[in-house]
């Protein structure tokens, strides 16, 4: 699903270049529930920005569903974001004048969905987040975690083929992480690829493989016995 | 765009900042209003102006004869030239393509008794073609004729004040009145657009003024309308071609300005039409001045909004928005609200203008008034402001990067 190869990432620090990624080579199957993880200044998340075309690599290698993604227009990734991949934010990044299931459509609107063909899919996904009773509400009438299953359901709306999760439970206290994580396993069990990028080892290792980052190289790539959230719930 | 998703975003944002619309707002309208104001003042104008004019055919030029101020051809300067029957019948015949209507005036006044009643009145005798080049509506009875001409016959036509002063509630028509003690029939009563003094006036035949003044071929104007087809140019032309012929024939020198005046409305309605369109000029260029200084106050609030929404617009990019459709929401916000409060303005100005612009009657400015023209030209102003406005905004939304949706700052 994905690959990854020799990817090189630098910035511009004034005179002085700062090498954040230096060569890293990852492979993702369909399927696999993979956490992303390191300390602040590893790179994860600029590899993350990279896997999420938010930011292009400077060499290397990256495909997506046997697409090659290198020097997209503005509106080409826009298009392959909009098609191939769902965001889950840290600090969830709802519309906040807008209802849940507006929030959840949005993706669907960017598609040019029929206006009712996008509520009745967005409903289905709020549905399955257990969230169909509040689909009128607003962000801000929903908790932590409420917001958060809406930001997964808007995530999954477009039926992308990856999900990144960018910290998904660093806003959230313990007992709504494991809600998340749960709610993240179960939609990995039904087939969906999810990359999970956290810092925090109890969340992953509720993943199924875990890659570490150190200094912009994968210092440790291994595949884990799954800890299943539902048991904290 | 019309789209009920991208209304809903406009809106939002106007509602959340209710008074920070409304005041970038007003300075569009403001200005919108100001423009309108100096329109209709241009037009109000112009239709005093042309109201004044229009007593006369447009097309009418009139040659008056005038003391020579410069030697000429042995003759001396300070000579007076006088106009008789024979220059009528040369124009006639030196530009028979050129003329519509001719007609030589011969003026003057006469005391006018009926009954008891008298009065005195300026008195015109002219040619029948004279009632086409003034415009003289006959509102009873009939204008001089040819027969009446030949016949020097001692008809007259009046106007409806003279019927009113001596008259009163009598049918004038048919019945004699005494110009200076000799007896003329009525045949016609006729009304005029000008003020009153045009009505207190009398029409009788040229010739027959003539004979009474010692059997004279003076005339002391010519007045005529030139074929209607011509533009200005030509009519110019056709003007200029009369003027050196009449000073060759009377031997005026051409350079000469005083020995013949040769007068033609429609240099005098291109002066108005220039200077009206002059003033045009200056009232849009004002009201775009001041346009400017609102699209400038609309352009920055965008500028602004962008800004506290860029997390917003960078999560809507994350999540698969163009940079095309970024662009048309906020060019869309700014063109609504530019047109919103312009035609606000324009409203404004239009009930003033509606209630207070038949006041003004003045021979100089007469009903100022908003036509289409002006709406449809204040719309496409607003449209074409409102992207303008919308324009630095909407490309500093289109390159807000996608990145910022996940920094948490």
């Known amino acids: ?233 | 765009m019309f789209d009920r998703d991208v209304w809903q975003e406009i809106f939002n944002t106007l509602k959340t900042n209710k008074l920070r619309t409304f005041l970038t707002g007003f300075s569009v309208g403001w200005a919108i209003f100001i423009l309108v104001m100096l329109l209709a003042s241009v037009n109000g104008m112009e239709n005093g102006f042309v109201g004044q004019f229009n007593d006369d055919a447009t097309n009418s030029i009139f040659v008056r004869p005038g003391t020579t101020s410069k030697a000429y051809a042995g003759f001396e300067a300070n000579r007076r030239i006088q106009l008789k029957n024979d220059d009528l019948e040369y124009i006639k015949q030196s530009f028979p393509d050129d003329i519509e209507y001719i007609s030589a005036r011969y003026n003057a006044n006469a005391t006018a008794k009926y009954k008891s009643e008298t009065g005195s009145y300026f008195v015109q005798a002219t040619h029948p073609d004279h009632q086409a080049i003034e415009k003289t509506l006959v509102i009873a009875g009939r204008y001089i004729n040819e027969a009446d001409v030949v016949n020097k016959a001692k008809v007259a036509v009046i106007g409806r004040k003279v019927a009113e002063d001596l008259f009163k509630t009598e049918d004038p028509l048919g019945k004699f009145v005494e110009f200076n003690g000799l007896p003329f029939r009525v045949i016609g009563i006729f009304t005029d657009d000008g003020d009153d003094n045009a009505e207190r006036r009398i029409y009788a035949p040229i010739s027959t003024y003539q004979r009474i003044y010692g059997n004279t071929n003076d005339i002391n104007m010519i007045a005529l309308t030139y074929n209607p087809t011509y533009d200005l140019t030509k009519a110019l032309e056709f003007s200029r071609r009369l003027e050196d012929l009449m000073k060759r024939r009377h031997k005026i020198d051409p350079e000469d300005q005083a020995g013949l005046y040769v007068w033609n409305y429609a240099e005098a309605f291109e002066n108005i039409s220039s200077f009206t369109a002059v003033l045009k000029g200056i009232g849009i260029g004002v009201g775009f001045l001041i346009l400017i200084s609102g699209i400038v106050g609309i352009g920055n609030i965008m500028v602004f909004t962008i800004k506290e929404r860029t997390k917003e617009i960078g999560v809507r990019k994350a999540l698969g928005a163009r940079p095309r459709q970024i662009i048309n929401l906020v060019l869309l916000e700014s063109v609504f609200i530019t047109s919103l409060s312009g035609f606000v303005g324009l409203f404004f100005a239009w009930i003033i203008l509606a209630g207070v612009g038949p006041m003004f009657q003045t021979p100089a400015f007469s009903n100022p008034s908003v036509n289409l023209s002006t709406v449809v030209t204040a719309t496409i102003i607003l449209i074409v402001a409102g992207v303008l406005a919308g324009l630095i905004p909407a490309m500093k939304a289109a390159n807000v990067k996608p990145i910022v949706a996940l920094s948490d700052k």
């Open chain 1, 1 to 233: 699903m994905i690959e990854i190869k020799d990817l090189h990432k630098s910035y511009r620090m004034g005179s002085n270049s700062l090498h954040v990624l230096k060569g890293i080579n990852f492979k993702v199957d369909d399927g696999e529930l993979v956490a992303i993880m390191g300390s602040s200044g590893s790179g994860k998340s600029t590899l993350l920005n990279i896997l999420g075309m938010l930011d292009g690599a400077d060499s290397g290698e990256y495909t997506l569903d046997n697409v090659p993604i290198k020097n997209l227009s503005e509106t080409k990734a826009a298009q392959y974001r909009n098609k191939f991949l769902g965001f889950i934010f840290q600090s969830f990044n709802l519309i906040n004048y807008k209802s849940a299931l507006e929030n959840v459509a949005l993706p669907l609107y960017y598609q040019k969905v029929p206006r009712k063909e996008r509520q009745e899919k967005a409903m289905k996904y709020l549905d399955r987040v257990g969230l169909k009773p509040w689909a009128t509400h607003l962000p801000s009438e929903l908790s932590g975690g409420q917001k958060q299953r809406v930001a997964i359901a808007r995530a999954m709306a477009a039926e992308p083929k990856v999900l990144l999760a960018d910290e998904p439970t660093g806003a959230l206290d313990s007992k709504t992480s494991y809600e998340v994580m749960d709610l993240i396993q179960k939609i990995n069990d039904e087939g969906n690829t999810i990359l999970v990028v956290t810092h925090e080892e109890d969340i992953a290792h509720m993943c199924k493989r875990i890659v570490h980052l150190k200094d912009g190289v994968i210092v440790e790539d291994k595949k884990i016995e799954q800890v299943r959230a539902e048991q904290y719930v």
